[in-house]
């Protein structure tokens, strides 16, 4: 590795290009007008997300030439992008390859007051993947029959769809359906198609459709968390949380900084109340058969379906079984632990056998009362880290966060920091906003991680606590109008 593509400091990146290419054809040329808007760049922000469908981001000028009513910029710009950390992958998104950003908006413009001839200004430029332009113009009106990734594929490619040359990466389902899709733009349809989708090596249910600088991903979570089916999926970096860098001669060492946080923020660390209303702890689904005149229900309890899937912490690279957001304990009087009181989410659908002939339709107790847990457990315990900039991370990929116990440590000289039993671990990213500061010559990421799973099992208790209170019992407020009036506590009063 040359000393060029060596990162000497945290913090540090290279930024090859930030170009609009307009709409208009260069003068007397067969090419698009170009500017380099590198010179007047302040700040550059792109976000993935696998909630999202798309990447987004922004870019804040400080224009003195007025850029955006010369070029013009009217929405109709594309936008050439590459930066990344010293010696590693990072942004690629060039019309070379075939991929820039679309530009759809102009936004926040402010002029420089400080500037004696009052000619410069702050704005936005907004910025989206053109598949998001593709999917806004675009509908599908068709039925699917099959496996739902074909189907997918279909509108990936289909140039009256999303009409994207993007890699595509599919995780095979064991969904051989027929669904008809009525006049969605093609986003939809295929968050639609991902709502029912199974995968074929676990048992988890329900597709993302999210992109990353290295092409589209349709894939179950669980598959972010296993590889195979088989074993826990490694985590790619790991972080923690305070470690002095001292090395001798003054000389940091990077790879200290670039593994400790800048801060953190915990989100939700602990939210039974939401868990038990959601139905990730316990659910009843009632399935109807039109068809076939029947009823079917069925009961989902946490606790003993844990260890059917891949979650953040695992044993020994197989799935846990006992690393649940809640410990073994039962509840109150009722002599059941809270995963299996199945009324606390109930939910209610049709179903439609024989509907197309020889394709079934997925049974909800397959899809959604196994998605929607999944899912709605992703939302607790949620960790916001600040950390320097590492092209090398993309949304979806597993890291480790070690973090101390708030507590203090003593006068022993022996005595070391514990790392959290239950919050230090294994983390999946959710989603990271790239943050390149020229003025502050620094890359940070902020990067949103969930945890489903804690490190160490929780400590089971199988006896009751039951705190003994006294029955108040029942009183008419009329009768308790009348010992007042009967009483002593009215003497004195006018």
Not at 4 to 32: C, F, M
Not at 324 to 339: H, L, Q, R, V, W
Not at 407 to 434: C, Q, V
Not at 464 to 482: C, E, F, H, L
């Amino acid at each position: 590795m040359s000393e060029n593509n060596r990162i000497k400091q945290a913090g540090e990146y290279t930024l090859d290009k930030v170009e609009l290419i307009s709409y208009r054809r260069h003068q007397g040329e067969q090419t698009p007008h170009k500017v380099n808007i590198k010179p007047i760049t302040l700040n550059v922000e792109l976000t993935e997300d696998i909630y999202s469908n798309t990447m987004v981001g922004a870019i804040t000028v400080y224009d003195m030439q007025d850029i955006r009513t010369v070029l013009p910029i009217t929405g109709m710009e594309k936008l050439n992008l590459v930066f990344s950390t010293p010696g590693m992958i990072g942004v690629n998104a060039t019309e070379e390859d075939g991929y820039p950003f679309q530009v759809y908006k102009i936004d926040e413009v402010r002029q420089d007051s400080a500037n004696a001839s009052g000619r410069g200004q702050y704005y936005k430029i907004f910025f989206c993947s053109s598949e998001m332009y593709f999917s806004s113009i675009n509908r599908i009106s068709r039925a699917y029959s099959g496996p739902l990734e074909d189907a997918v594929e279909d509108i990936f490619r289909g140039k009256n769809k999303l009409n994207s040359k993007k890699q595509f990466y599919f995780e095979p389902t064991a969904t051989n359906t027929k669904y008809v899709i009525p006049n969605l733009r093609p986003l939809n349809a295929i968050n639609f198609l991902s709502s029912y989708a199974k995968s074929a090596n676990y048992k988890n249910a329900g597709y993302l459709f999210y992109e990353t600088p290295d092409g589209y991903f349709f894939r179950s979570v669980e598959s972010l968390l296993g590889m195979g089916g088989a074993k826990a999926r490694p985590a790619k970096f790991r972080y923690q949380s305070g470690i002095a860098n001292t090395r001798e001669g003054d000389v940091r060492d990077v790879m200290i900084d670039m593994t400790n946080v800048i801060s953190y923020d915990f989100l939700r660390p602990a939210d039974a109340l939401r868990q038990i209303r959601t139905g990730v702890y316990a659910n009843t689904l009632i399935e109807h058969d039109a068809f076939n005149k029947t009823f079917t229900k069925t009961e989902y309890d946490y606790l003993a379906d844990f260890g059917n899937y891949f979650h953040t912490e695992h044993n020994n690279g197989d799935k846990a079984t006992d690393k649940g957001m809640i410990p073994f304990t039962k509840f109150e009087d009722t002599n059941k632990d809270i995963s299996q009181n199945y009324m606390a989410k109930l939910m209610t659908k049709s179903k439609a056998s024989k509907l197309h002939n020889d394709y079934e339709l997925s049974s909800h107790s397959e899809t959604t009362q196994i998605r929607i847990p999944q899912y709605e457990g992703m939302k607790s315990t949620n960790l916001k880290l600040q950390v320097f900039g590492n092209s090398l991370l993309k949304a979806g990929d597993i890291i480790t966060f070690d973090i101390p116990l708030m507590r203090p440590l003593g006068n022993a000289k022996d005595k070391r920091e514990e790392s959290s039993p239950y919050f230090s671990g294994r983390y999946m990213i959710t989603a990271i906003r790239h943050i390149l500061n020229m003025q502050a010559q620094r890359y940070e990421m902020v990067l949103d991680c969930m945890k489903d799973a804690v490190r160490t099992s929780y400590p089971a208790e199988l006896d009751t606590n039951i705190i003994n209170t006294p029955d108040r019992g029942v009183t008419s407020i009329y009768q308790a109008d009348k010992d007042i009036l009967s009483g002593d506590i009215l003497e004195g009063v006018n």
